[in-house]
């Protein structure tokens, strides 16, 4: 030990006593890190000061600053105390100021990272942006012109509710692009495109072809094909025209590549944990190794992985801090909220005794939900209408009477129009919903579908609060821009890019808002202990925000500026 060293324990253990919370010296967090506890907080690798640290951590809501050592919080307190802990190998980072929150956690997001590098974006994944048709046709131009004809051309991220010519982008728009390529643009909603002529052709569709079971070809007001086409019917579409094909080593390296790319959006907004709704664990995996990796994922499975899991005893926790199998990925019980198929007890206003779509009997999910909830792994379903989420717990309340498990903490992906008896069942069974948040910003101009006397009981996280659920935040990206201050701000005002407000009984706090945002979205992955709040022991996540959400105009916080992204003590995005 050094003079400098003794110095500054000294210093450390004289401040422990006069407020300084720290790995080994506070009893409030001894039980949750043991890993940590015999970390020294002096000679910190980092140390962030005069900053307004909001921690989450009800034991120590409010610091200045904090010290970080092997990737973990070791000491938080006031800048004159941490301060003390700067030694010789010691980085230091003055916050001048600014606003220190906990890393924020996505928990649903389908992180389609090819799409965003390789593919033709007609809109804008991440922000509010009206786009013109005519802007989408020469997008789709260009690409067509390096494509051989007869091979797809295709368009994502397209939003009907974002267009500044305001109306749907139809056959005609798309025959402008080619008439030798097929061509399609994909909503960024998932459940419907937009084809061209040459595409209808090739699949065989015209004037007198009927609608397939669960889908639709439209029609204009002559009864021509106007080239949208819904959920199954898309189906024609698959084993017609060229694509290009790619060697399996191409697509390793474009799966790679493609989760890299993703990866630096996510701690470019803020992001350091996001459970994945599938896609390509290899290349997770693969960019971890190359140092590409920048937040922590929590693995959704699904399918031969979810099957493998089950059959090789292999429980939701498994793997490290930075690549875990969490839950399953959503098991789909009804329709979308964004596209109006989700199943609701009451008809959509205006819309002729429609009430969504069920997508699988009570029988199939019983047994589905048993399974898995029996082989120790997360349950996880996709349910956003009363009646899917009734239905969800039924087989939940079912598998839990038979099989007992303690803590099996089942997850509702949307859980979005509840009840006062939903939410007591959601309450007693454990059961963590994982709502919409960009949705209160972003899709207002969708919310009118279902009328402000749903809208108060939709995105209910007032309701959860109060009932002591710890819901949790998800974007559903691609379908929802994920950047969380976005989320915040829409939590908190409930009202949207539109200027309309929807359902205000279920506003939050800023405060509230962000713990959605991290802890309770580190407890939905059971890692609550190890993340979601700046705690002494807890690995060093954290965000640096330009200015602070509690005191900005509430309509501001989605443009505050993200200065630094830190995960495991390692800036992974800097301003
Ligand atoms: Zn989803």
Redesign the pocket.
């Given at each position: 030990m050094t003079k400098d060293d003794r110095r500054n324990r000294r210093e450390f253990l004289g401040l422990a006593g006069a407020g300084v919370v720290s790995a080994f010296a506070s009893p409030a967090s001894a039980g949750q890190a043991p890993l940590a506890q015999t970390v020294d907080a002096h000679d910190a690798d980092l140390v962030v000061f005069n900053a307004k640290v909001y921690t989450m951590d009800a034991q120590a809501p409010r610091a200045e600053a904090f010290a970080i050592k092997n990737g973990r919080f070791v000491a938080i307190g006031s800048t004159n105390d941490i301060r003390g802990l700067i030694g010789k190998s010691t980085t230091s980072f003055d916050a001048k100021g600014m606003t220190v929150v906990p890393g924020f956690v996505d928990c649903?997001n389908?992180a389609p990272g090819t799409t965003l590098l390789y593919d033709v974006l007609v809109g804008n994944p991440y922000e509010v942006e009206f786009v013109t048709i005519r802007s989408i046709v020469d997008k789709l131009r260009a690409r067509a012109k390096e494509t051989p004809p007869g091979t797809w051309v295709e368009g994502y991220f397209f939003d009907d509710t974002k267009v500044k010519d305001n109306r749907l982008l139809n056959v005609h728009d798309l025959d402008e692009v080619s008439k030798d390529h097929p061509v399609v643009v994909h909503h960024r909603g998932g459940h419907t495109s937009f084809y061209n002529s040459k595409a209808l052709e090739l699949a065989g569709v015209n004037k007198e072809t009927k609608n397939p079971a669960g889908g639709t070809f439209e029609r204009d007001e002559l009864g021509d094909l106007n080239g949208r086409v819904t959920d199954r019917a898309r189906g024609a579409f698959n084993s017609v025209g060229k694509r290009e094909t790619f060697t399996s080593q191409q697509v390793e390296q474009r799966n790679r590549d493609g989760a890299a790319h993703i990866s630096k959006m996510f701690v470019r907004y803020g992001l350091t944990s996001v459970h994945h709704?599938g896609g390509d664990l290899a290349a997770l995996q693969d960019i971890r190794a190359r140092g590409d990796l920048k937040h922590r994922v929590s693995y959704e499975v699904q399918g031969r992985v979810l099957e493998g899991m089950i059959t090789s005893g292999i429980k939701t926790g498994f793997g490290d801090e930075w690549i875990k199998l969490g839950a399953t990925s959503?098991h789909t019980v009804d329709g979308s909220f964004s596209e109006r198929t989700m199943a609701l007890s009451v008809p959509y206003p205006g819309m002729n005794g429609y009430k969504g779509n069920v997508t699988e009997t009570q029988d199939e999910l019983n047994a589905w939900i048993e399974r898995v909830h029996r082989a120790g792994i997360q349950v996880n379903c996709?349910a956003n209408g009363d009646v899917a989420i009734d239905s969800v717990l039924t087989a939940v309340e079912r598998a839990q009477k038979n099989f007992p498990r303690a803590d099996s903490r089942p997850k509702i992906?949307h859980c979005t129009l509840i009840n006062d008896d939903l939410l007591r069942r959601i309450k007693a069974t454990g059961t963590i919903p994982a709502c919409f948040t960009t949705y209160t910003y972003y899709n207002t101009d969708k919310f009118k579908f279902y009328g402000e006397e749903l809208l108060k009981r939709s995105l209910a996280f007032r309701s959860f609060l109060d009932a002591g659920v710890p819901v949790c935040a998800g974007s559903?990206f691609s379908?929802g821009p994920f950047a969380p201050l976005m989320g915040i701000q829409g939590m908190v005002t409930r009202k949207g890019w539109d200027d309309t407000t929807w359902g205000l009984n279920q506003r939050v706090t800023v405060d509230e808002a962000i713990r959605i945002n991290t802890y309770n979205g580190a407890f939905a992955s059971y890692e609550e202990k190890l993340k979601g709040s700046i705690t002494p022991g807890k690995l060093a996540d954290f965000v640096v925000l330009a200015d602070d959400p509690h005191t900005v105009d509430p309509n501001k916080i989605k443009d505050i500026q993200i200065v630094r992204t830190v995960v495991g003590g390692v800036a992974m995005y800097q301003a």
């Open positions: 649903h389908h709704e959503e996709h992906t559903d379908p």
